[in-house]
């Protein structure tokens, strides 16, 4: 059982969750996952972890309301409990892996759609804590969707803010704004890393390929499983089959098949979709557990 010991309304149906959790606190990274059941047999559901404290031994979720367990998940209050949490799954960002000489010349970029502002937000804090140049350009619909924008504010050098509606920031997409930081203000990255719905994911890697940035996309978003046996975040990458669950999240967004990645994330909505993906695909189909 781990215990909720705070609780916040980030934004209408996006709720964030402090739990403590402390072996997952203990060994997590930025970019990894966990996957959380709120009472035995309820939907196992695979998230980001969003940031951690390992001296509490805690670690912060956030949860948008999008089917009956999220629900669950978002109505639970500070001193209820959850019943599972399994992790840190996924492998941890490329961040980890930097020498220190890499630190001192890199200047990222992150680029955050919707929700995708909650893997993206310890990314940032590690490049806060390690002196790592980072910007930051937060997307969403309407400015009542923003969220984190403040905690990024403290580790980024620079937070944009990007609505398509333009109630808030810039007015249009994180691709036109990524367009306008670089081609406009002169700014140069040295990497960028793109989180959100696979739609924005696509584009903004077309982007920074026109502008020649090395990108890292996430593909948690087709994640259901989360340990490589359901088949659902198959990917095609440089024309290899990886899982984003064992083999990810994180992949070059440039050599991701997107439009394949969508179509399958459509039909493994239904039943008859999942059925005819595993009779096109065979033995390709799923990754087994990834332990063999």
């Known amino acids: 059982m781990f215990k909720i010991v705070d609780k916040?309304?980030?934004?209408?149906g996006i709720v964030l969750l402090d739990?403590?959790?402390?072996?997952?606190?203990?060994?997590?990274?930025?970019?990894?996952?966990?996957i959380v059941v709120e009472k035995d047999k309820s939907e196992r559901i695979p998230l980001t972890i969003c940031d951690y404290d390992r001296e509490k031994g805690t670690v912060t979720l956030v949860i948008q309301v999008v089917g009956k367990a999220s629900l669950e998940l978002s109505k639970l209050k500070k001193g209820d409990y959850i019943e599972h949490i399994v992790g840190p799954l996924g492998n941890a960002s490329e961040l980890v892996e930097m020498e220190p000489e890499e630190q001192e010349n890199a200047n990222i970029l992150f680029i955050a759609g919707g929700l995708g502002a909650a893997p993206v937000y310890p990314q940032v804090k590690y490049c806060g804590e390690h002196g790592i140049d980072c910007d930051v350009i937060i997307g969403a619909k309407n400015k009542d969707l923003l969220i984190l924008e403040d905690d990024m504010k403290k580790y980024a050098n620079n937070v944009y803010i990007s609505t398509d509606d333009g109630s808030a920031g810039?007015?249009?997409?994180v691709t036109d704004l990524t367009d306008d930081l670089v081609k406009n203000q002169g700014k140069e990255y040295t990497q960028a890393v793109a989180i959100g719905p696979m739609i924005m994911m696509k584009f903004a890697a077309q982007k920074t390929k026109e502008l020649d940035i090395p990108t890292i996309v996430s593909m948690n978003p087709i994640m259901v499983d989360g340990t490589g046996m359901c088949g659902a975040c198959r990917v095609i990458v440089d024309g290899d089959i990886k899982f984003a669950c064992v083999d990810g999240p994180e992949f070059d967004g440039h050599l991701i098949d997107f439009d394949n990645a969508m179509r399958r994330q459509t039909l493994y909505k239904t039943e008859e979709g999942r059925a005819m993906l595993k009779a096109q695909e065979g033995d390709t189909h799923s990754g087994n557990c990834g332990v063999c």
């Not at 403590?20 to 997590?28: F, G």
């Open 8 to 12: 916040k309304d980030l934004a209408d």
């Open 19 to 34: 739990v403590e959790a402390p072996r997952v606190a203990k060994h997590c990274l930025p970019g990894q996952f966990v």
């Open 170 to 173: 810039f007015h249009g997409l």
